[in-house]
């Protein structure tokens, strides 16, 4: 099965690729090539095939043609918080580049007499609007109050009609605020979620942008990765309701701030309460502090799933070597 990775190169993106790589293969199919694209990749990408460039540019779009995927990973985005700041590069990016994307695969499949090609689509709850619905279910409305969430939705229902045509085998995901991200800049405003974890497990002082009773959606990349992956080989008529919008929240842990320090002061052996300053921004915590009861159970019926506990969300998500069988009696499959 040939495979690719648009944003390979990001966080989330580098994430599923080790993971790639290291499995060989998804859902049981083997991997027989493996193409990664992004502006910009390390100099050792494990043998894969490198697609440098931006996805806008016809030149990277006529390479993906050529390579002609039976299963593509789309991840390239610009983020939020940058999407808002700029836009017209969001709509070049996040939609343009992103349609033309799906038309590429269509016609690389159909000139080829191949099936329609798998597309797992990392979508946002940013679809959903501020405030959020509560609780969020199934038949919540999607407002997008912000160009990045609108973009997101325009791409999930345009995919959603590919896979209607028969051009496309589409499923969106999702995607909740995902840690633990690099200590960077990364253009989201919900990156303070990632840096709170790094700081209070190294014994740092940390400002936060919300109160200690502020809920939010949780998930560790690697669990994100493994979902992704698992997306591609489930089975979406097991979910016959979701059908004609082929797109599911992930399954989450809704956990409040108070409730990540006190796992992490225990798992790390630190006072996270006091390491831990609260400096509550309105226009972040309407955001990121008041999460409601999300409805999955649709995506857990299909086998997608959350991290199991606070515990390994925040192992998971801060150390490499954590041993994901070890800790979660119903180790996660692939198949």
């Known amino acids: 099965m040939r495979v690719l990775v648009t944003g390979a190169g990001g966080f989330i993106g580098a994430t599923l690729v080790r993971l ?5 293969q998804v859902g049981g199919q083997p991997i027989s090539a493996l193409a990664l ?24 779009q006529e390479r993906i043609a050529a390579f002609a995927p039976q299963l593509c990973f789309h991840l390239a985005a610009v983020p939020g918080g940058a999407a808002e700041a700029d836009p017209a590069l969001s709509r070049r990016v996040n939609l343009d580049a992103t349609l033309d994307l799906f038309q590429t695969l269509a016609d690389a499949a159909r000139s080829r007499a191949e099936a329609a090609p798998v597309v797992v689509y990392a979508s946002t709850i940013a679809v959903y609007g501020s405030p959020l619905p509560d609780p969020v279910t199934p038949a919540s409305f999607t407002r997008p109050p912000m160009t990045y969430g609108a973009h997101k939705l325009a791409c999930e229902i345009v ?16 995607l909740p605020g995902i840690v633990a991200r690099p200590r960077a800049p990364s253009g989201l405003v919900s990156a303070f979620m990632s840096e709170l974890l790094h700081a209070v497990a190294a014994g740092e002082p940390f400002v936060c942008p919300v109160g200690p009773q502020a809920t939010a959606w949780w998930m560790s990349a690697r669990r994100c990765v493994q979902n992704l992956m698992h997306a591609a080989c489930m089975d979406p008529a097991r979910d016959p309701d979701g059908q004609g919008a082929r797109a599911w929240p992930l399954p989450v842990l809704r956990l409040s701030i108070a409730e990540v320090v006190q796992t992490l002061s225990a798992a ?11 400096a509550p921004q309105p ?41 994901d069988a070890a800790h979660d009696p119903f180790s996660f499959s692939l198949i």
């Open 37 to 60: 694209a992004d502006r910009q990749l390390p100099a050792d990408c494990g043998g894969a095939l490198v697609l440098e460039g931006d996805l806008a540019d016809a030149g990277l």
């Open 283 to 323: 226009e972040v915590e309407a955001v990121f502090g008041r999460y409601p009861v999300l409805d999955d159970r649709a995506a857990r019926g299909l086998g997608l799933r959350d991290d199991g506990s606070p515990e390994a969300l925040v192992r998971r998500a801060l150390e490499p070597q954590f041993d």
């Open 20 to 24: 790639l790589q290291a499995q060989g």
């Open 159 to 174: 995919l959603a009609d590919f896979t209607r045509r028969g051009l496309l085998d589409g499923r969106s995901l999702r």
């Open 268 to 278: 790390y052996g630190v006072d996270g309460e006091r390491l831990v300053r609260h």
